[in-house]
């Protein structure tokens, strides 16, 4: 990983405030983390944002003029990601491409909209981001209403006679979505659901599998991050107990692999659409590929992040924060997700952003829409 280089940056930010970075025309800001458990996305995010901004570079920059990235550590944590965001301020950013975590996102928005800063997350899904009325705030990725209902919908017709569990994390993004997944049961009938939540970061979930178990649980819904529903579905099985687990989109990423080893296979999870199979995105894939690094989870909604703020730019022949919102709410992007725009609320439009998945040996796969309830 690049961590070294980034905590380099961000000391330099500490330590020379608003001072800009004198070789730098046009100075971008992105956060996310870049250390602790959840670092492999802050990988990811860099890499993809690095390729964007080196492919700009090789092509005359953005209105003639070099783009610059400066990359500030988060930790996937609120108060972080508020003093990550007054770092990128201080340094006088044109716009954020930021942040992962819906946790970290939303009360990063709030220095962003005080301080006239665009913001483009690649990730954050929970619906608070784009729902609290600020004008400079998007995201290319989908809402977690979405994903959500999709889970629901499985969860009735498949499991809605069967006793069925939902768990989250308690961060913003489990919650959330575990809450909208309930409400979306409801709906549908479906009543009698355990509704729980656990402490993130532990490394024993055996008080909630037998729990799980004595309440006689056969599939449950796990709101949260790869690390935790690798625990809870490994331990498990390690009790011998044939549990039907669901998790949310942080699955896509071999990580959950290597922490729940073989009983990763049969999980099913909604996830955000993989755009290395777009033919939009086919060359960079290569140029990935070609590089040695694989461009998995959302490197390459990083790198459309970068794409779509470029274009806006040149629309709006401005890096002014009020002429660059209007090209974004005025116009649709050509990016390697495909044709996008956005609403009024900065939500993407033009792809459909959740598909489900399941974990087979070695790598997920797509399953055929008709096929989720087999």
């Known amino acids: 990983m690049k961590q070294f280089g980034v905590r380099l940056i961000a000391a330099f930010v500490v330590a020379f405030g608003t001072a800009p970075l004198a070789h730098a025309e046009i100075l971008i800001g992105a956060s996310g983390p870049m250390t602790g458990t959840l670092a492999w996305f ?11 901004v080196a492919e700009l570079n090789a092509t005359g920059g953005v209105l003639g003029q070099q783009v610059e990235l400066l990359m500030v550590d988060d930790y ?26 819906s946790g ?36 290319v990725v989908g809402r977690d209403t979405l994903q959500a209902t999709m889970v629901a919908d499985y969860l009735a017709e498949r499991w809605g006679d069967q006793d069925i569990a939902i768990v989250h994390d308690g961060q913003a993004y489990g919650k959330g979505i575990a809450e909208e997944a309930l409400r979306r049961l409801g709906e549908h009938g479906v009543t009698g659901i355990l509704f729980e939540a ?11 599998i037998d729990k799980l178990q004595a309440e006689g649980i056969d599939a449950l819904y796990f709101a949260g991050y790869a690390a935790e529903t690798g625990l809870i579905i490994r331990q498990a099985r ?18 959950f692999e290597q922490v729940a080893g073989p009983a990763a296979v049969g999980v099913r999870f909604v996830s955000y659409a993989d755009p290395r199979t777009n033919k939009e995105a086919a060359a960079i894939v290569e140029k ?22 470029a274009q806006a730019v ?19 992007f050509d990016t390697i997700l495909g044709k996008i725009g956005f609403d009024d609320k900065g939500d993407v439009y033009g ?24």
């Open 198 to 208: 656990i402490e993130p970061g532990q490394t024993d979930y055996l008080k909630l």
């Open 42 to 52: 802050g990988e990811q995010m860099q890499q993809g944002m690095d390729m964007e």
């Open 238 to 255: 390690s009790r011998g107990y044939d549990l039907q687990m669901i998790g949310s989109d942080a699955l896509a990423s071999e990580y």
């Open 76 to 101: 996937c944590n609120p108060e972080q990601a508020v003093a990550a965001a007054e770092k990128l301020v201080a340094a006088r950013v044109a716009a954020v491409i930021g942040h992962f975590c």
């Open 314 to 332: 040149e629309k709006a022949g401005t890096i002014d924060e009020t002429a660059v919102i209007a090209a974004l709410r005025g116009h649709e």
């Open 288 to 309: 990935f590929r070609a590089n040695g690094y694989e461009p998995e989870g959302l490197t390459l909604y990083s790198y459309a992040g970068v794409q779509v703020w």
């Open 351 to 374: 792809y459909e952003p959740f598909v489900w998945y399941v974990w087979e040996q070695d790598s997920y796969a797509p399953v055929d829409p008709a096929k989720v309830t087999d």
């Open 104 to 139: 970290a996102s939303i009360p990063a928005s709030k220095v962003y909209a005080e301080a006239g800063i665009l913001m483009i997350s690649p990730y954050s899904t929970n619906p608070t981001l784009t729902e609290q009325g600020f004008a400079n705030v998007f995201r």
